[in-house]
């Protein structure tokens, strides 16, 4: 029996391979399950040391209660909202995220998508599928070096667009 167990209340990976892989180091066991119910994630974390979470929410009270010796969950992503702080707080459970968990992923989308909006590749589409090969319905197209790009929040991400969008030049 291992020295510590380590609950995966939900995850979206193919496999927790590197996961059980690190923890088998420390002599912790992994338990995993897709908690949909808040029965389900207390069955689950029943004893756990640590946590790590995705989406399943949240991560209350009578969740934590299930797990005395718990000392941190982890959040797979940028936020914290699945998991219930002052709970945590007053069992004195430390509460984590990753900060950078997608940033290029979604800044790099966020792009794509700018681009394609300002190059109107959806209606170049939608136009080509009818047969027509006419750039009418195109226009007008602008130029992105000629337009102000407003980037609401400049957290990671939004200073990430912005890193992207400035290689475009004046």
């Not at 923890?23 to 808040?38: F, H, P, R, S, Y």
């Not at 000392?71 to 950078?100: E, H, S």
Request: net charge negative; proline share 5%; aromatic share 6%.
């Amino acid at each position: 029996m291992a020295r510590y167990k380590v609950a995966v209340t939900d995850y979206v990976f193919p496999n927790l391979d590197p996961e059980a892989e690190i923890l088998a180091e420390v002599d912790a066991e992994l338990v995993a399950g897709q908690c949909k119910t808040k029965d389900k994630a207390i069955e689950l974390v029943r004893g756990a040391d640590a946590v790590l979470n995705t989406y399943y929410g949240p991560v209350d009270g009578d969740v934590m209660d299930a797990m005395p010796a718990c000392r941190i969950i982890v959040r797979y992503g940028v936020g914290v909202d699945t998991i219930d702080i002052p709970a945590a707080t007053a069992r004195g459970i430390l509460v984590a995220n990753v900060p950078d968990y997608c940033v290029d992923e979604v800044s790099d989308h966020a792009v794509a998508m700018a681009l394609a909006l300002l190059r109107k590749l959806p209606q170049g589409d939608r136009g080509i599928r009818r047969g027509e090969w006419t750039l009418a319905h195109l226009k007008p197209m602008s130029r992105l070096t000629e337009l102000t790009v407003g980037i609401i929040g400049m957290g990671r991400i939004g200073r990430a667009i912005a890193r992207k969008i400035a290689v475009f030049g004046p």
